[in-house]
């Protein structure tokens, strides 16, 4: 069995994470706080459920917004080759995947409004049959990386 890749995202990738799961976790929070409070004027019984739902909510918001991220963050591993690209990643099922240079067709980076904050970029690589993403990684780590699989693809496309 190969030893797992040494590179690592970045350490903000954990404070991106934590924010979308802040404002994913915002919605049904302030839903759930308005069905409590017209069921509680409407029906008692559904009051209780309603509370119910909203620890859950709630616990689940604290899990994936100050837990996951971190773990999430632990497992992300890469490591470029000259003739391959490796992936690790996962939190319980760990993920691992190797793409061979010569199946990569394209390399794009990527940044949404939480990423830019931080000054982080995704990079895709693209094959015939799928993407492979290594997120957050800082911006001018994910150009020179862009850059230089793009060099080794070619170098592999040209070889064959």
Do not use: C, N
């Amino acid at each position: 069995m190969r030893e797992q890749p040494s590179e690592r995202i970045a350490l903000d990738a954990v404070k991106a994470w934590q924010l979308t799961a802040h404002l994913v976790a915002i919605i049904p929070l302030v839903l759930g706080i308005a069905a409590l409070i017209v069921s509680y004027y409407l029906d008692f019984i559904t009051y209780w459920i309603g509370i119910g739902l909203l620890v859950f909510t709630g616990l689940e918001w604290l899990i994936t917004a100050f837990f996951i991220p971190r773990l999430r963050w632990k497992r992300w591993r890469y490591q470029i080759y000259d003739q391959e690209i490796y992936i690790q990643h996962g939190i319980i099922i760990v993920t691992r995947t190797v793409v061979p240079m010569i199946r990569v067709q394209h390399v794009d980076t990527e940044q949404g409004p939480i990423l830019k904050k931080y000054g982080l970029s995704t990079l895709q690589i693209s094959t015939a049959a799928t993407k492979h993403e290594i997120p957050a990684l800082l911006e001018g780590e994910a150009a020179d990386l862009r850059d230089q699989i793009s060099e080794l693809a070619r170098v592999e496309q040209d070889d064959v």
